[in-house]
Every structure is written in structure tokens, then in C-alpha cells.
């Protein structure tokens, strides 16, 4: 193969928000490369629709301390509380700095930056819901995204796009670069670098039902977890309540914000029974369990598979003007539209709450004692600092991507002088092109896209919203077959650029690895908390489980600790809304 | 469901290293009305030729990701749902951009014209403490035009762009306005300037193709106008 090699004092890996604000911060003390497998617009950061939360008080007073108390609530008291203090007070410099780099957000009618409800934020600790998400229509996370990948333009950042990570160089306890494949080409480039950003996003494709985009498969944080490295809180994947039916597609949280409400088969405002105060804007796990509840138990619409979202009696201006992007894909894949018919709807895997653990600078922790791994940081959903705990609020993940995007950059500005070049030693690459050989030139019965179906399938039927020890232990069992069915795969396609099929055999591989992690994650929580629900458990349970759960790969298989969360202001109560 | 349908995908194919030039492949498969373009494609992908290469990603519009021309019309793969097509559908990469592989072109021409307009928001004045005010009526001009997702379905229709390769492209112009037009901005006549110089605004002739393109349906064209507009009321020429 050929092979080009690459000297920058910063590799980022990933192009969302995250990556690109961490870009930013690293550009003022050095040279930056970041690698995408897409085109960076295309980055799933795209997708988010709602908002940013903060407390900018620009509708209603609001409070950095109540969306503190939010988010600690939100994440059924799991997340650790220094970090989500930070992030919640800097929330608001954070929003004012990208209206100052250009992020055209919606406005009030003084001309200030409009606010709108979201789940589970809201004023006096819980008293009712408050303007916080800070929005621009349903379209915010393109709005930032296209601003920040300017910015990052005027600024010098190098672009590497469609540039699929093979793998992750960390030798002797030090990162040391990043090995790619450039799809255009095939050829292979070594990044060797002084810092290393893993912003890589989230892994919704394991789930076969989902809101995430084909490129979220999550192999950067299997790389690192074949090495040794930990993930953390795995066990915790939001499902959010309102997905397109059949689709998978997002419907933000936003449209409930503006007054829609969700109705059962009997149209019934089911939330009120769920959750009297804020009802339809009750924290995700809550709603999306609600959801299947009445579902299961025969409340569904004409007693089918999902509930109406009903955005029927609000102001038609308010869809045209702020929720134009979900009117629009109504229409289009449903042929419905929204301001006359209510929109079916069922909960679709989200978000991973869990990931590559780091402290609050972004540092990647190799063990619970909160040691770190010189150099390499993660940002954004692929990272655990831990701000979301066991169940993530609507849009904290914006905010945390820009927040600890800028502190990862920031730290990587404070070391880069201690930090020396890495080098990326012959045997990575051997092993990398070895694998690659392997997947091009074996024999054998099994195609990619069947194993891939399997693999969803598995994650969607029993590690979903409501788990159980048997299902789980049935998963991790069918996740053990496909792990040797993957030795009987065979391509099709045996060409250098842009084999399609070989990437997908390459991110299968590493999706079969974290749900394995994952699943067994979910089995060594034997408690109900957030987003991780055991039947067998239904009860949070404080006394022994108020810890992260951090698995480890080793010789003889995985290995769990504990990480004690961290508790500063708010003890943890009985979790009502 | 919907009762399926047999569809034939007539799809534009060219394998670097192996073929001198594109050629037709023909794959026939059965698909639901609620289906896209996409979903045939894939299928196709999982089920009968793994060898075939397309762009996709977010599957629902907002990353632009699977544009190409679809009986004769650049649109998006995502957005297009079989049953508003007849059962015979053409798909051929967006036209004009270096093929890849099959539907995969290179972009790279079409997001270096960005960089030609300074897209970005320049105001050098020292920010307030809070957000630079933008009363609705001033962002209302911007609306349409932040909306565009880069998708390369405008440019790639463009009759201009198909003998000019230099010329900047709707889509460039677009995000040009959507600067110019933001008030918080400070360089619209430097901006203004640089779409006249760089072979822009004065060479768009109003074939209007790009309006038909936009998947997001943004109409293009009158704000192609409005900066013409603009720069014939600043007197502006190409220096």
C-alpha cells in the first residue's frame, strides 16, 4: 500500500461540533489536522434539530444553578457534579461566543437570541418548565456546524476529508498518532502528532432502529477498548421518545417546547399520568418508557406499535417559522402534515450517555483512579466526563461538545511544549494493513450487510429501553456467534478506492466489539437508573450502585471497576417530574 | 404497509482501474411506496452488488451527503421516494465533478469555491458583552439562505458551470448573500467585490436550473438578483 506520513502538533479525529471546537482552541498554539470520514459538513452534528441549553434568561428569568440542578436531576444523579457545574455556567459565554462567530440564531423581537422548552429543564429546581434551549428553527446543530467548519477554514485548520480511521496509536502509555485510509486514494497515511482528539461521535448504528446517521458506528472507541483502554457507563443509550415511525428519524423535543403533546391510542395526554408537572417535557428515559408502556399495554394507536405526537392545535406560524425542517420531512416521507394530522411516532436509539472516560480537560482516564494517558483526549458523545450520567436532558449534548470541545483544546495549548512528537512504530501499520488484507482476500459463507442486520437486530430486541438478566446474557451469547461468523466473511468487492464493503466489514468488526461492552455493562448493573431499565431490577438502588461503571478488554476476557460519581451540591432524592 | 413494486435502478457505473469509461448497470428490485431512492440503492448494496458505491449519511435531508441525478434531475437519494417516480430510474453521479467510483464524484472543486468568498462572518468591531442584536425583519433576509446544505445539487445543474468550471456556482453566491445580507456583518462590499472578480455574480445568466435543484427549496435565483441589484446600485465592476 501506499503510504504517506504527516507531522502536526494536533490530530483531531472527527469533524462535529466537538472536533471542530476543539480545532479552534488547538489552531492558537499549533498546527491542526482533522480527519473525517465524510465531508466535514456532513458530520451528524447536522442533525441535531432543538437547540443549546443555557441560561441566558433572554425570554424569562432562568439560572446557571437551576440548569445545574437540571442536569444532575436528569442524569438520575449519576452524573458527576463538578464537571456539570462547570458546563452549566459556562454555558453562557459559550452561546454568546457563537453568536459572536456568526451562528444565525433565532430571534426574540428585541432582537435577542430566542429561547424555547425542552425536557426537563426548568426554573426554581423543578418547579415548572423555562426557556432555556437557545435555537435557530429545528435546524441548530447544521447552523452551528456550517459556522464553526468557517471558522475553522479562516483559521488555517487542515482538512482531511473522507479519511477512515484504522487505528489509534497509543504506545507506552503515550499517544502517538493516528493510522488512516484516504478513501479517494487508498492509500495509508501515518499522523504522527503531540496531541490526539478523538471526536468521533456516537455509535447508534448498533441498534437497528435509530435517529443516527450511517457514519455513527463508533470505532474509534473500540479501538481504544482493544487496547486496553476503558469505556465508561456503556449501559446507558438513550432512546429518545419521537422517532418517525418505521423511520427512525428524529422529531425534536422541541416540538413538544413549542406545546405539541403526545396522545394514545384512547387520546389520552398519557404523560399526566407519567409525570404530573412537566409532563410532556419529562426528562427522555421517562417519556420514552411511558411510550412503550402503553404500547405493551394495548394503548397504542388502533392497539399498533406506536403513539401520536399531535402538533394539530398549535399556531401554524409556529411550525413554518420553528419547526419548518420537521413539517417538511413529515410531508415528505409520510405524506402528513403536521398542522392537520397528528404524527406517528415510537422511540429510536439516540444517544450513548457512556464512552472514553476523561476529566473535565478532556484527558482520556485509564483507570478509575483518574490517571490519564499523556495526550490523548476525546470531546463530544464519544467521550464520558461524565455531565450526562445515566440519562442525557435535551440539548446538553451541543453544549457539552462545545464546552469540552474548548477545554480539550485549551489543555492541548497548556502542554503541547511537554508533549513530544509521536511515532507511530512499524508494527501498527503491519497490523493495520494486515487486517486489512484479512477482510479483502477472505473466503467464506457470511456477507457484511447480514451480519450487520443480526447485530441490530440482537441490540434492538434485547438491549433496548427495558433489559432483562436472560435477555442480556442471550445477547452476549448471539454477539459471540457473530464474533466467529466474522471470521467466515467474504467481499465482493476486492478494490482499493472507496470500497464501500470493505468499511462497512471494518466498522462491523468494531460495532460488534462495543455491543459486546456494552451488553456487558448492562448485566453488571443489576439497578434501574436514567436510560438503563432491568426488569429484574426496576429500583434505583444508591446504596450500591451510585458508581460509573468502567469495563476493560483483557486477556481473559472483559473486566469491570468502579468509579465513585461525584456528589457536591445536590443529594440524590426520589427522581419525580 | 404499502404493497411493493418492482422497480428497475438503471444505475451509471464506473470502477476505477477497470473500466475506460462509464458504463449501465441494471439491477431490479422490489420496493414499498414508502420507500426512497436510497432505500433501492441499499438494498441493492446488501442484497445483490456490494461492489456499487454511493454517498450517504444522515438519510433525512440536512447533510446532503447522497446527491445525484435521478431521471435526469440532481436531487437528493434520501429525499426522493420511489412512488413518485416511474418504475424505470436513472441514476447518474451529479454532473461535471471528477468521478470517484460509480455515484461517487469529487467535491473538492465544488467546496474550494467556498473559500474564494470569505465565507465566514467578518466584523471586526469589539463584540458586546451579549449577542450582537439582529431584530427578526434583519434576519428574516438571511432565513432561506442559511438553510442550504452543500449539497452541490444547484451548482452541478448550472448550464454556466457546465462550460465554465471556474465560475463560482449558485451555491457559492448563495452563502455570499447569506453574509452580505447578515447585519451583523462588516464586509459586504469587500465580499460584493470578490463573487465580480472571482468569474461570480456577473456571469450567472439566469438559466434558472438551480431553482428547480434546491432540495431545500430555496429559490436561488432571486437571490442571485438581489445581489446583482445590490452591486449595480454600488456601481461595482470587475477591477
Given at each position: 500500500m501506499?503510504?504517506?506520513?504527516?507531522?502536526?502538533?494536533?490530530?483531531?479525529?472527527?469533524s462535529g461540533?466537538?472536533?471542530l471546537?476543539?480545532?479552534?482552541e488547538?489552531?492558537k498554539?499549533?498546527?491542526?489536522?482533522?480527519?473525517?470520514?465524510?465531508y466535514?459538513t456532513?458530520?451528524?452534528?447536522?442533525?441535531?434539530q432543538g437547540?443549546?441549553?443555557a441560561?441566558?434568561?433572554?425570554?424569562?428569568?432562568?439560572?446557571?444553578?437551576?440548569h445545574?440542578?437540571?442536569?444532575v436531576?436528569?442524569?438520575?444523579?449519576?452524573?458527576?457534579?463538578?464537571?456539570?457545574e462547570?458546563?452549566c455556567y459556562s454555558?453562557i459565554?459559550?452561546?454568546i461566543e457563537?453568536?459572536?462567530?456568526?451562528?444565525?440564531?433565532s430571534?426574540?423581537?428585541?432582537?435577542?437570541?430566542a429561547?424555547?422548552?425542552?425536557?426537563?429543564?426548568?426554573?426554581?429546581?423543578g418547579?415548572?418548565?423555562?426557556?432555556?434551549?437557545?435555537?435557530s428553527?429545528?435546524?441548530?446543530?447544521?447552523?452551528?456546524?456550517?459556522c464553526?467548519?468557517?471558522?475553522?477554514l479562516?483559521?488555517?485548520?487542515q482538512?482531511?476529508d473522507?479519511?477512515?480511521?484504522?487505528?489509534i496509536?497509543?504506545?507506552n502509555?503515550?499517544?502517538?498518532?493516528?493510522?488512516?485510509?484516504?478513501?479517494?486514494s487508498?492509500?495509508?497515511?501515518?499522523?504522527?502528532?503531540k496531541?490526539v482528539?478523538?471526536?468521533s461521535?456516537?455509535f447508534?448504528?448498533?441498534?437497528?432502529?435509530?435517529?443516527?446517521a450511517?457514519?455513527t458506528?463508533g470505532e474509534?472507541?473500540?479501538?481504544?477498548?482493544?487496547?486496553?483502554?476503558?469505556?465508561e457507563?456503556?449501559e446507558f443509550?438513550q432512546?429518545?421518545?419521537?422517532?418517525?415511525y418505521?423511520?427512525?428519524?428524529?422529531?425534536?423535543?422541541?416540538?413538544?417546547g413549542?406545546?405539541g403533546?403526545?396522545?394514545?391510542?384512547?387520546?389520552?395526554?398519557?404523560m399526566e399520568?407519567?409525570?404530573?408537572t412537566?409532563?410532556?417535557?419529562?426528562?427522555?428515559?421517562v417519556?420514552?418508557r411511558a411510550?412503550l408502556?402503553e404500547?405493551m399495554e394495548?394503548?397504542?394507536?388502533?392497539?399498533?406499535?406506536?403513539?401520536?405526537?399531535?402538533?394539530?392545535h398549535?399556531?401554524?406560524k409556529?411550525?413554518?417559522?420553528?419547526l419548518p425542517?420537521?413539517?417538511?420531512?413529515c410531508?415528505?416521507?409520510?405524506?402528513?402534515?403536521?398542522?392537520?394530522?397528528?404524527?406517528?411516532?415510537?422511540?429510536?436509539?439516540h444517544?450513548?450517555?457512556?464512552?472514553?472516560?476523561?476529566?473535565k480537560?478532556g484527558?482520556?482516564?485509564?483507570?478509575?483512579?483518574?490517571?490519564?494517558?499523556?495526550?490523548?483526549y476525546a470531546?463530544?458523545?464519544c467521550?464520558c466526563?461524565s455531565?450526562?450520567?445515566?440519562?442525557?436532558?435535551?440539548?446538553?449534548?451541543l453544549l457539552?461538545?462545545?464546552?469540552?470541545g474548548?477545554?480539550?483544546?485549551t489543555?492541548i495549548?497548556?502542554?503541547?511544549?511537554?508533549l513530544?512528537?509521536?511515532?507511530?512504530p512499524?508494527?501498527r501499520?503491519?497490523?493495520?494493513?494486515?487486517?486489512l488484507?484479512f477482510?479483502r482476500?477472505?473466503?467464506g459463507?457470511?456477507?457484511v450487510?447480514t451480519?450487520?442486520?443480526?447485530l441490530?437486530?440482537?441490540m434492538?430486541n434485547?438491549?433496548s429501553?427495558f433489559?432483562?438478566?436472560?435477555?442480556?446474557?442471550?445477547?452476549?451469547e448471539?454477539?459471540q456467534?457473530?464474533?466467529?461468523r466474522f471470521?467466515e466473511i467474504?467481499l465482493m468487492d476486492k478494490?482499493?478506492?472507496?470500497?464501500?464493503e470493505m468499511?462497512?466489514?471494518l466498522e462491523?468488526y468494531?460495532?460488534?466489539n462495543l455491543a459486546?461492552a456494552?451488553v456487558?455493562?448492562?448485566?453488571?448493573?443489576?439497578?434501574s437508573?436514567?436510560a438503563?431499565?432491568?426488569?429484574?431490577?426496576?429500583?434505583?438502588?444508591?446504596?450500591n450502585?451510585?458508581?460509573?461503571t468502567?469495563?476493560?478488554?483483557?486477556?481473559?476476557g472483559?473486566d469491570?471497576?468502579?468509579?465513585?460519581v461525584?456528589?457536591?451540591?445536590?443529594?440524590?432524592?426520589?427522581r419525580?417530574f | 404497509?404499502s404493497p411493493s413494486?418492482?422497480?428497475?435502478?438503471?444505475?451509471?457505473?464506473y470502477?476505477?482501474n477497470?473500466?475506460?469509461?462509464p458504463?449501465w448497470?441494471?439491477?431490479e428490485?422490489?420496493?414499498?411506496?414508502?420507500?426512497?431512492?436510497?432505500d433501492g440503492?441499499i438494498?441493492i448494496q446488501?442484497q445483490?452488488?456490494?461492489t456499487?458505491?454511493f454517498?450517504?449519511s444522515c438519510a433525512h435531508?440536512i447533510c446532503?451527503?447522497c446527491?445525484?441525478?435521478?431521471?435526469?434531475?440532481?436531487?437528493l437519494?434520501?429525499?426522493?421516494?420511489?412512488?413518485?417516480l416511474?418504475?424505470?430510474?436513472?441514476?447518474?453521479?451529479?454532473?461535471?465533478l471528477?468521478?470517484?467510483?460509480?455515484?461517487?464524484?469529487?467535491?473538492?472543486?465544488?467546496?474550494e469555491?467556498?473559500?474564494?468568498?470569505?465565507p465566514y462572518?467578518?466584523n471586526?468591531?469589539?463584540p458586546?458583552?451579549?449577542?450582537?442584536?439582529?431584530?427578526?425583519?434583519?434576519?428574516e433576509?438571511?432565513?432561506e439562505?442559511i438553510?442550504?446544505?452543500?449539497?452541490?445539487c444547484?451548482?452541478?445543474?448550472?448550464?454556466?458551470?457546465?462550460?465554465?468550471d471556474?465560475y463560482?456556482?449558485?451555491?457559492?453566491?448563495?452563502?455570499a448573500?447569506r453574509?452580505?445580507?447578515?447585519?451583523?456583518?462588516n464586509?459586504?462590499?469587500?465580499?460584493?467585490?470578490?463573487?465580480i472578480d472571482?468569474?461570480?455574480?456577473?456571469?450567472c445568466h439566469l438559466?434558472?436550473?438551480?431553482?428547480?435543484a434546491?432540495?431545500k427549496?430555496?429559490n436561488?435565483?432571486?437571490?442571485?438578483i438581489?445581489?446583482?441589484k445590490?452591486a449595480?446600485?454600488k456601481?461595482?465592476?470587475?477591477?
Amino acid at each position: 500500500m501506499n503510504t504517506q506520513r504527516h507531522r502536526f502538533d494536533t490530530v483531531i479525529i472527527g469533524s462535529g461540533l466537538a472536533g471542530l471546537r476543539a480545532s479552534l482552541e488547538a489552531i492558537k498554539g499549533g498546527s491542526v489536522a482533522v480527519l473525517s470520514k465524510l465531508y466535514p459538513t456532513r458530520s451528524h452534528s447536522t442533525a441535531a434539530q432543538g437547540g443549546i441549553g443555557a441560561a441566558l434568561g433572554n425570554e424569562e428569568p432562568d439560572d446557571p444553578e437551576w440548569h445545574f440542578y437540571d442536569t444532575v436531576k436528569g442524569s438520575d444523579f449519576l452524573g458527576d457534579q463538578d464537571a456539570i457545574e462547570y458546563m452549566c455556567y459556562s454555558a453562557i459565554p459559550t452561546v454568546i461566543e457563537l453568536e459572536h462567530m456568526g451562528v444565525p440564531f433565532s430571534r426574540t423581537p428585541e432582537g435577542k437570541i430566542a429561547q424555547r422548552r425542552f425536557g426537563g429543564h426548568t426554573k426554581y429546581f423543578g418547579a415548572e418548565p423555562v426557556r432555556r434551549a437557545c435555537y435557530s428553527a429545528d435546524r441548530t446543530g447544521h447552523a452551528v456546524l456550517h459556522c464553526l467548519y468557517e471558522q475553522a477554514l479562516k483559521n488555517r485548520v487542515q482538512f482531511f476529508d473522507e479519511f477512515q480511521v484504522l487505528d489509534i496509536v497509543v504506545e507506552n502509555g503515550v499517544a502517538q498518532g493516528v493510522i488512516a485510509l484516504e478513501l479517494k486514494s487508498g492509500d495509508l497515511h501515518l499522523f504522527e502528532s503531540k496531541a490526539v482528539v478523538v471526536a468521533s461521535g456516537g455509535f447508534g448504528k448498533i441498534f437497528k432502529v435509530t435517529s443516527n446517521a450511517f457514519a455513527t458506528t463508533g470505532e474509534c472507541l473500540s479501538i481504544l477498548f482493544e487496547q486496553g483502554l476503558p469505556l465508561e457507563d456503556l449501559e446507558f443509550f438513550q432512546f429518545h421518545p419521537t422517532g418517525l415511525y418505521k423511520l427512525g428519524i428524529l422529531i425534536t423535543e422541541g416540538a413538544r417546547g413549542e406545546g405539541g403533546v403526545l396522545l394514545n391510542g384512547k387520546g389520552e395526554r398519557f404523560m399526566e399520568r407519567y409525570a404530573p408537572t412537566l409532563k410532556d417535557l419529562a426528562p427522555r428515559d421517562v417519556v420514552a418508557r411511558a411510550i412503550l408502556r402503553e404500547i405493551m399495554e394495548g394503548r397504542g394507536i388502533d392497539g399498533k406499535d406506536y403513539v401520536h405526537l399531535d402538533l394539530t392545535h398549535l399556531d401554524p406560524k409556529i411550525l413554518e417559522k420553528r419547526l419548518p425542517e420537521i413539517s417538511s420531512f413529515c410531508k415528505i416521507y409520510l405524506g402528513l402534515d403536521p398542522a392537520l394530522s397528528p404524527i406517528p411516532v415510537v422511540p429510536t436509539a439516540h444517544y450513548a450517555m457512556g464512552g472514553i472516560p476523561t476529566d473535565k480537560k478532556g484527558r482520556v482516564l485509564r483507570d478509575v483512579d483518574g490517571s490519564y494517558v499523556p495526550g490523548l483526549y476525546a470531546a463530544g458523545e464519544c467521550a464520558c466526563v461524565s455531565v450526562h450520567g445515566a440519562n442525557r436532558l435535551g440539548c446538553n449534548s451541543l453544549l457539552d461538545t462545545l464546552v469540552f470541545g474548548r477545554e480539550t483544546g485549551t489543555d492541548i495549548n497548556r502542554n503541547l511544549k511537554d508533549l513530544s512528537l509521536g511515532k507511530i512504530p512499524p508494527h501498527r501499520v503491519d497490523k493495520v494493513i494486515a487486517f486489512l488484507q484479512f477482510l479483502r482476500s477472505n473466503k467464506g459463507k457470511e456477507r457484511v450487510a447480514t451480519l450487520r442486520d443480526a447485530l441490530q437486530g440482537i441490540m434492538m430486541n434485547k438491549v433496548s429501553v427495558f433489559r432483562t438478566r436472560e435477555g442480556l446474557f442471550e445477547a452476549l451469547e448471539e454477539l459471540q456467534v457473530l464474533r466467529d461468523r466474522f471470521q467466515e466473511i467474504e467481499l465482493m468487492d476486492k478494490s482499493g478506492i472507496f470500497n464501500q464493503e470493505m468499511l462497512s466489514a471494518l466498522e462491523l468488526y468494531h460495532m460488534i466489539n462495543l455491543a459486546e461492552a456494552l451488553v456487558f455493562s448492562a448485566l453488571v448493573r443489576e439497578e434501574s437508573r436514567g436510560a438503563h431499565y432491568r426488569e429484574d431490577f426496576p429500583e434505583r438502588d444508591d446504596v450500591n450502585w451510585l458508581k460509573h461503571t468502567f469495563v476493560y478488554k483483557t486477556s481473559s476476557g472483559i473486566d469491570y471497576k468502579f468509579k465513585p460519581v461525584v456528589i457536591t451540591k445536590f443529594k440524590p432524592t426520589e427522581r419525580t417530574f | 404497509m404499502s404493497p411493493s413494486k418492482l422497480y428497475l435502478f438503471k444505475v451509471k457505473r464506473y470502477r476505477p482501474n477497470l473500466d475506460d469509461r462509464p458504463f449501465w448497470q441494471s439491477y431490479e428490485i422490489s420496493l414499498s411506496s414508502f420507500d426512497r431512492v436510497l432505500d433501492g440503492l441499499i438494498k441493492i448494496q446488501d442484497q445483490l452488488d456490494p461492489t456499487l458505491a454511493f454517498r450517504k449519511s444522515c438519510a433525512h435531508g440536512i447533510c446532503g451527503s447522497c446527491a445525484m441525478k435521478i431521471n435526469g434531475v440532481n436531487r437528493l437519494a434520501c429525499q426522493t421516494l420511489v412512488k413518485d417516480l416511474p418504475t424505470l430510474i436513472e441514476i447518474e453521479p451529479l454532473p461535471k465533478l471528477p468521478i470517484i467510483k460509480d455515484l461517487v464524484v469529487d467535491m473538492s472543486p465544488f467546496f474550494e469555491k467556498y473559500e474564494k468568498i470569505l465565507p465566514y462572518l467578518i466584523n471586526n468591531e469589539p463584540p458586546p458583552e451579549r449577542e450582537r442584536i439582529q431584530n427578526p425583519n434583519d434576519q428574516e433576509k438571511i432565513l432561506e439562505a442559511i438553510t442550504c446544505i452543500q449539497c452541490g445539487c444547484c451548482t452541478t445543474s448550472c448550464p454556466t458551470f457546465w462550460t465554465n468550471d471556474k465560475y463560482l456556482g449558485p451555491s457559492s453566491l448563495l452563502k455570499a448573500y447569506r453574509f452580505i445580507y447578515d447585519n451583523r456583518d462588516n464586509a459586504s462590499l469587500e465580499r460584493l467585490q470578490k463573487i465580480i472578480d472571482e468569474m461570480g455574480l456577473l456571469h450567472c445568466h439566469l438559466a434558472l436550473n438551480c431553482l428547480k435543484a434546491c432540495p431545500k427549496g430555496i429559490n436561488i435565483p432571486a437571490h442571485i438578483i438581489k445581489l446583482k441589484k445590490f452591486a449595480l446600485k454600488k456601481a461595482l465592476r470587475r477591477k
